[in-house]
């Protein structure tokens, strides 16, 4: 079952395609890159995998995306909105008590970094993290990436101009091979590598019981 849903924010709408099955297990909620959308492969291709196996799914356009800008707004800006739009999805029938796990690709996988916490998230998935701007290998972003204090699922391309982040503590990586930031080649490689993430037993446990560490 889909629903595409008009979410206001104090920003303005924001877009949300929501598939999910009669009773899902788990919700996972994706967004896109900085000046990108959600159709594109990697992120289709997740919603189809995931969807099949029980895991409502909510591809999100973000309000500076339909209102036509190219760029995301500053962080201090950016996440509020995002947990605004959370805060509607999770209003919704059936998906309030399921475990959230929250995502995107390059400015995406940072906007979940940055509000999984605030999200009560219980994992990331962070696909083509941009670990820094292409050739500026100085210029850092592995203290947004570190944020999280939850499982984060890392899908990257071995020619990735923006970096390769480091495996850590809670943190796995699957590299694909071949593929740039688009992560177009290895589509099939990349939904794989979230449908194995998120439908782990312990992702798909109550809420409750994950805070609890029952």
């Avoid at 909620?29 to 895991?55: K, N, S």
């Avoid at 998935?125 to 990436?145: N, T, W």
């Avoid at 177009?184 to 490689?189: I, L």
């Amino acid at each position: 079952m889909a629903d595409a849903l008009v979410v206001d924010t104090t920003a303005g709408p924001g877009w949300i395609e929501l598939t999910r099955p009669v009773r899902p297990t788990a919700l996972l909620a994706l967004t896109h890159g900085a000046g990108g959308g959600v159709g594109t492969a990697d992120l289709l291709a997740i919603r189809d995998a995931v969807t099949a196996a029980g895991v409502a799914v909510a591809l999100i356009t973000q309000p500076y995306r339909v209102a036509g800008r190219g760029a995301p707004p500053r962080p201090d800006k950016q996440d509020p909105l995002w947990l605004e739009l959370m805060t509607a999805l999770r209003s919704r029938r059936g998906l309030g008590a399921v475990p959230l796990i929250v995502g995107g690709r390059s400015n995406g996988a940072r906007l979940a970094c940055r509000t999984a916490t605030g999200a009560g998230a219980v994992a990331v998935v962070a696909l083509a993290y941009p670990l820094h701007p292409p050739g500026k290998p100085d210029v850092s972003r592995l203290d947004e990436l570190e944020l999280p204090t939850v499982p984060v699922l890392l899908v990257q391309g071995d020619r990735d101009a923006f970096g390769m982040p480091p495996e850590g503590p809670g943190r796995q990586r699957v590299v694909i091979a071949g593929a740039d930031h688009s992560l177009k080649k290895g589509v099939p490689a990349v939904a794989e590598a979230v449908l194995s993430f998120v439908t782990a037993g312990r992702m798909l446990m109550p809420q409750d019981d994950h805070r609890e560490g029952r």
